[in-house]
């Protein structure tokens, strides 16, 4: 029964939260290059086998090249991810792994042995089986590597709008009762196409810098020029669609996770007809003060876009932070309850339950389950706690934002280059290019740190906050392999980063063709 009644010590918390953050930061900084990558290949090794050209296999060697590189190490943290649910987060494993261990096994069943299936097609396969199998290897790669992403963001999706379970009191876990429902979820489905056409611009931009970087070196011309028009392509497609699943993604939040959208937009206090802040002197550096500030200093904002992007009306209500705290009335004149109602309600949930499971009273259950929607409020100790960290998820998304904006604007000037002027003569655009990897990571790791930052503390919206989702082990042990997994990733890193240098410097390695045969 003391599953989810332990105390367990603040620097425990601290120290699991922050491990699960390394790894989940360096784990994604391999992932959205594999999904990017995938889809380059895919039409470089398509353009090879419709014109059956040996320049279009040379060039859809040297990406898979680097998308080999790039998955190993992908795969190596991804496993380590994956363990730290069992050693950091026992507790949150027992409520509800019921739920939460099917995508993921499904995920390791099919998706990652497909994709480990045929990636060794692609890379051994050459000259050993028909053009057209190994095509499809290629892309049945990409795909094996899409559809693990999807699993895994339906189970993060879970984790955020929790659907198709009930609780049993019995066995103190939740089980799941719709599995279409937690797969299928409208939340899952907005979170996975935005997730996959934001890595889409990371892998793009990846290939037309190391394109434009051989443009500037004078060399590999026609490889480069190739590999620029399909890439600055798939990338102008992928922000009009990031941009698109991004505004689907906060009508979602928005409705599910209002704490999360108030803590985005600095909205202390909201109301109808509310504006989308462009930028505003939110402290970088401490808590806003939402009880007492009415709004940021130097706000400029889009007249009613927050309503329009919330509530799909130009008039809609928007809650801010004070009014979810405190409760609010909704469009469709429902009310929220107020945070200490919650609580209030959240901790008789818990005594209900622990109540029945001591004396096996058949009342207590009537009780629970009238509560369990706020169960996880019970754990609450201050209300304060419920509101995220304001500056980060004001500015991370800003960033993202910003920098999404940027993307558009840099595939579209690419493209125009490449088919209405010399791209080549133009070195500053050449030398501004190698800036857009970098950016593409900040821009993609930003939209992480909105996602899971703004809906602190829960571990499971609603249902269970990170406090209560720990596993009770010494906080020095989850400290010492924090400092061991840092050292090992950032080698980790560094060795990927050196291997990709020598193998771009290198360039492509171009078959030599019989002209006998052809």
């Known amino acids: 029964m003391t599953h989810l009644l332990l105390d367990i010590t603040s620097a425990t918390i601290d120290w699991s939260r922050a491990q699960f953050a390394l790894t989940a930061i360096y784990h994604w900084l391999f992932v959205p290059l594999t999904l990017g990558l995938a889809v380059i ?53 027992w409520f ?21 299936t045929f990636v060794a097609v692609m890379f051994f396969g050459w000259n050993k089986v028909s053009r057209g199998f190994h095509l499809a290897s290629t892309w049945l790669t990409g795909l094996g590597a899409t559809i693990s992403a999807w699993w895994i963001l339906v189970a993060n999706s879970w984790m955020q709008y929790p659907v198709g379970q009930s609780f049993n009191p019995n066995t103190m876990r939740f089980e799941m009762t719709s599995f279409m ?8 489905i907005n979170k996975f196409t935005h997730t996959v056409t934001s890595s889409w611009i990371v892998g793009a931009a990846f290939v037309v810098a ?58 202390y206090n ?4 509310e504006g989308l802040t462009v930028i505003a002197a939110v402290n970088p550096f401490k808590q806003a003060d939402f009880e007492k500030e009415k709004e940021p200093a130097m706000r400029i904002a889009f007249p009613n876009a927050l309503s329009f992007l919330a509530t799909r009306s130009m008039n809609g209500y928007v809650p801010g932070v004070n009014d979810i705290l405190n409760g609010y009335t909704k469009s469709d004149g429902t009310k929220e309850p107020s945070v200490d109602e919650k609580i209030a309600r959240g901790k008789k949930a818990i005594q209900a339950l622990k109540t029945f499971r001591e004396y096996n009273i ?36 800003r960033v993202m934002v910003g920098l999404g904006c940027l993307f558009i604007l840099f595939f579209g000037v690419c493209l125009f280059f490449i088919y209405k002027k010399d791209i080549q003569r133009y070195t500053w655009f050449l030398l501004a290019a190698l ?20 809906r602190q503390p829960w571990t499971i919206q609603d249902l269970l906050p990170v406090n209560a989702a720990v596993s009770d082990i010494e906080a020095g042990s989850v400290a010492t392999t924090f400092f061991i997994f840092l050292a090992l990733f950032t080698t980790m890193l560094a060795v990927e980063i050196n291997i990709m240098v020598k193998q771009i410097k290198k360039g492509p390695e171009y078959e030599k063709v019989d002209t006998n045969t052809l």
């Open 41 to 93: 290949m895919g039409i470089a090794e398509t353009c090879y086998y419709r014109t059956n050209k040996p320049f279009w296999k040379d060039v859809a060697r040297f990406w898979q090249k680097l998308f080999g590189i790039n998955f190993a190490m992908g795969v190596a943290t991804g496993i380590i991810l994956e363990f730290e649910f069992g050693t950091n987060w026992s507790n949150y494993s």
């Open 96 to 116: 509800v792994g019921d739920i939460f261990g099917a995508p993921l096994a499904i995920e390791g069943i099919l998706a990652f042995f497909m994709e480990s």
């Open 181 to 188: 429902d937690v797969a299928l979820s409208p939340f899952a």
């Open 210 to 267: 190391i394109s434009c970087w051989y443009l500037y070196k004078k060399r590999e011309h026609e490889l480069a020029i190739s590999s620029i028009k399909i890439g600055a392509t798939v990338g102008l497609v992928a922000t009009l669609l990031a941009a698109m699943t991004g505004d689907n993604s906060a009508y979602k939040v928005a409705q599910v996770q209002p704490m999360k959208l108030a803590a985005m937009e600095a909205l």
């Open 270 to 273: 909201g109301g109808e007809s």
């Open 362 to 397: 058949p009342e207590s259950i009537s009780i629970l389950q009238e509560n369990m929607k706020y169960f996880g409020y019970g754990y609450i100790k201050d209300k304060k706690d419920l509101v995220p960290s304001i500056p980060i998820c004001f500015y991370a998304f």
């Open 435 to 454: 800036a857009m990897i970098p950016l593409a990571y900040i821009a993609s790791e930003s939209g992480w740190i909105v996602a899971e930052i703004g």
